[in-house]
């Protein structure tokens, strides 16, 4: 299957969370496909959106509140497109465990 990647993030996370509203265009985005695929010059990939829950990229405070996630994602998802949360690693022997503060949060949003 064809895969692009454009980098980044809609607006930049040095001056707007993660959350704020001004990055809906990439759920939007997704929505707008007719089946969770975006077309590029005849070829189909993929709409995935890369998101974090902090407020940089693995690291910080969290910057969503467990509905505004839930229905991001889920909206992403009902469109048929992928979704990956960026979080925080654990420390010490723990760090190839996800920070158990994100594992929470992460865990209240899935239970919805």
């Not at 990439?26 to 995935?48: C, F, I, R, W």
């Not at 979080?87 to 899935?110: F, N, Q």
Request: charged share 20%; glycine share 8%; hydrophobic share 40%.
């Amino acid at each position: 299957p064809y895969e692009d990647f454009t980098a980044g993030y809609p607006k930049s996370l040095v001056n707007k969370r993660a959350s704020d509203c001004i990055n809906f265009v990439a759920v939007k985005s997704v929505e707008e496909t007719p089946n969770g695929y975006l077309n590029v010059n005849g070829k189909n990939s993929l709409a995935h959106v890369f998101v974090p829950l902090n407020q940089r990229w693995g690291y910080g405070r969290h910057v969503w509140s467990v509905d505004e996630a839930r229905e991001w994602q889920s909206r992403v998802m009902k469109a048929k497109g992928a979704w990956t949360w960026s979080v925080k690693l654990g420390t010490g022997a723990g760090r190839s465990l996800i920070h158990s503060d994100d594992l929470l949060l992460l865990r209240d949003v899935y239970a919805g």
